[in-house]
């Protein structure tokens, strides 16, 4: 009796760690156009020399929506965090994450792709000295 509670106790933890996600977006409605990913450089790779900007392209953040659902974990590396990167509506900080690009990894121990914000780069928007500080006011400073 113990050995099958022990062998369907196994397959129970098996099947709910292979099935956990984390969907960045989750159930906002970014075709509303209220949303914006904030990415902001910490220490780390970069993306070209693509430090502090923003996506509020209502078609890009569909379609990193769709694309930004993680099942799949990450080995713990020693790596860092390049990106810190926010996702936000007109006056709140909804979710964060940090992304290490060159080893692939997020918060959580999350395999994050370079191409997940690579290949979103035609809508990087580059924030001047004057939008990071806007930005910072609202979001941060408060």
């Known amino acids: 009796m113990k050995k099958n509670l022990l062998y369907i106790l196994a397959i129970l933890l098996t099947l709910t760690s292979c099935s956990s996600k984390f969907s960045f ?8 156009g209220k949303y914006k990913v904030l990415v902001f450089a910490d220490e780390g790779d970069w993306i070209e020399n693509y430090r502090n900007f923003y996506i509020d392209d209502i078609e890009t953040l569909i379609k990193m929506k769709k694309q930004w659902v993680f099942n799949q974990k990450s080995e ?7 990106y810190n990167i926010y996702l936000v509506d007109e ?4 979710k ?7 080893c692939e990894y ?3 121990w999350w395999k994050f792709p ?9 809508s990087f928007k580059v924030m001047s000295e004057k939008e990071l500080s806007e930005f910072h006011l609202k979001y941060f400073d408060r």
């Open 91 to 94: 006056d709140t900080i909804l």
């Open 96 to 102: 964060n994450i940090s992304v290490n690009i060159d």
């Open 114 to 122: 370079k191409e997940y914000l690579t290949k979103h780069k035609s």
């Open 106 to 108: 997020m918060t959580g």
């Open 76 to 82: 713990v590396m020693p790596c860092g965090y390049g």
């Open 25 to 32: 977006f989750e159930n906002y409605d970014l075709s509303s």
